[in-house]
C-alpha cells in the first residue's frame, strides 16, 4: 500500500523560506515515477505547484512559483522536498504531496492524474 506522509509545514513571515518533506513508503522509485507536490486553500481548487519525474530528475512548475520553489527527491531514503523561498501570503494553503507513475503525470500537474495522496500540511504565510 502506496502511503506518503508530509511534514514541515509552518507559519511564516511574507519573504521567509519554509522546506517541506515526504517520506514515501510501500512505493517503487521506478524509471516511470512521479512525484508532485499540491496545496488548496480554502474555497480553491487543488493545484500541482511542482512535480519531478524520478528518473531524470526532470521537474515542473506552476508560474506563479517559478525561481521560488524548488522540488527535490533523495531516491535513497524515499523522500521528496519542497523548498519554498520568498513566500507571500498568497502561498497560504494545505499542501499535499502525491505519487503516481508517468511522465505525462509530472508535465501535466493535475490532481486527477495522481492516485496516492498524503494527509497534508499547513503552510500559512503572514504580511
Known amino acids: 500500500q502506496v502511503q506518503t506522509a508530509e511534514s514541515g509545514g509552518a507559519s511564516a ?3 521567509g523560506s519554509l522546506r517541506l518533506s515526504c517520506a514515501v513508503s510501500g512505493y517503487s522509485f521506478s524509471s516511470t515515477s512521479c512525484m508532485g507536490w499540491f496545496r488548496q486553500a480554502p474555497g480553491k481548487e487543488r493545484e500541482g505547484v511542482a512535480t519531478i519525474y524520478i528518473h531524470h530528475g526532470a521537474t515542473y512548475y506552476a508560474d506563479s512559483v517559478k525561481g521560488r520553489f524548488t522540488i527535490s527527491r533523495d531516491t535513497a531514503d524515499n523522500m521528496v522536498y519542497l523548498q519554498m523561498n520568498n513566500l507571500k501570503p498568497e502561498d ?3 499542501y499535499y504531496c502525491a505519487a503516481d ?3 505525462s503525470a509530472c508535465v ?13 500540511t499547513q503552510v500559512s504565510v503572514s504580511s
Not at 108 to 120: I, S
Request: aromatic content about 18%; charged content about 25%.
Open 101 to 103: 507513475y508517468g511522465l
Open 92 to 94: 497560504t494553503a494545505m
Open 13 to 15: 513571515q511574507a519573504g
Open 108 to 120: 501535466r500537474r493535475l490532481r486527477e492524474d495522481f492516485n496516492y495522496w498524503g494527509q497534508g
